[in-house]
């Protein structure tokens, strides 16, 4: 049974940095893509970046670009999304996903098979 498992959110100052943590267990995912999403209540959830777990290509949401990082750790099974200069409107609940598939066009497009259960990040002065 696949599980992802999310850590790392918090209680944050605009401008400060958090880092989330997703470990996979149950399988590896040699080729899959690898996404970070976020919904604030009342919004649609959004994907924030994406990875593809082979390669290391990236895709950012244009609000998080250069703000952002996500990278994996293969041999972990585990992804990380960097966060920096935070805003307060990053704050939502942040769910990894893992799209085994890879039917989507374009390749972060999904969909995700595989869901966390969410961390909460607030960014508040």
């Known amino acids: 049974q696949v599980q992802l498992v999310e850590s790392g959110g918090g209680l944050v100052q605009p401008g400060d940095s958090l880092r989330l943590t997703c470990t996979a267990s149950g399988r590896d995912f040699p080729t899959a893509v690898g996404g970070w999403f976020r919904q604030a209540p009342g919004k649609e959830r959004q994907l924030v970046a994406a990875?593809?777990?082979?390669?290391?290509?990236?895709y950012y949401k244009d609000s998080v670009e250069g703000r952002f990082t996500i990278f994996r750790d293969n041999a972990k099974n585990t992804m990380y999304l960097q966060m920096n200069s935070l805003k307060i409107e990053d704050t939502a609940n942040y769910y990894c996903?893992?799209?085994?598939?890879?039917?989507?066009?374009?390749?972060?497009?999904?969909?995700?098979?595989?869901w966390g259960q969410g961390t909460q990040v607030t960014v508040s002065s």
């Open positions: 996903a893992i799209d085994v598939q890879r039917n989507g066009s374009p390749w972060f497009s999904g969909p995700y098979d595989y």
């Open positions: 990875i593809k777990w082979s390669i290391g290509t990236t």
